[in-house]
């Protein structure tokens, strides 16, 4: 089902960015704001993600407490490429609780290369050294999104997290 509602609104959120100047899709405000199922919010949440970030990160934290799966994946996604401290604390918590945390974990590891609060980002290194130690056919994998948080640590001068980093590779 969730397909075919991406299948029918991809073709026309296309069409209708191209013709669309002033507004970004009010149709598709309305829906994310009212009361549809969140398989239908979430398509036209993400498709303002894709032309207009600001605004999808605003129309994301109105939905952010009443939301459940679906929407909560298209959160998580804009929340990580977009947001910042004040949006760890809903991104930690949709990880630690996700059935499967791996498919998150790059999303995880950009956003916790750019965190400010180091506090913050030693969580979520802790978290995928956690992912790392459990499941360990994605070892290499966190290895490497670890070895990115690493650089991206330094490069902000947080040489705290990068030791916690350059811990977590050598644990797994």
Not at 16 to 29: E, K, R
Not at 63 to 86: A, H, M, Q, R, W
Not at 115 to 121: D, F, H, I
Request: proline share 4%.
């Amino acid at each position: 089902m969730k397909a075919l509602i991406l299948f029918i609104l991809i073709p026309f959120l296309q069409v209708h960015a191209q013709c669309c100047t002033d507004s970004i899709y009010p149709a598709l405000h309305a829906i994310v704001q009212n009361d549809y199922k969140d398989e239908v919010r979430a398509a036209a949440l993400w498709a303002i993600s894709q032309t207009d970030p600001a605004e999808a990160m605003m129309l994301a934290q109105a939905c952010e407490k009443d939301c459940k799966s679906n929407l909560s994946d298209v959160i998580f996604g804009i929340y990580t490429t977009s947001g910042g401290d004040p949006q760890w604390p809903y991104v930690y918590k949709v990880f630690t609780t996700a059935k499967e945390p791996f498919y998150l974990s790059e999303k995880l590891g950009d956003m916790v290369g750019h965190l400010r609060n180091p506090v913050y980002a030693q969580q979520g290194i802790e978290a995928l050294k956690k992912l790392g130690i459990t499941c360990k056919e994605y070892q290499d994998k966190v290895s490497a999104i670890l070895l990115l948080i690493k650089s991206n640590r330094l490069l902000l001068h947080d040489d705290i997290s990068a030791e916690a980093a350059e811990k977590a590779i050598t644990a797994l």
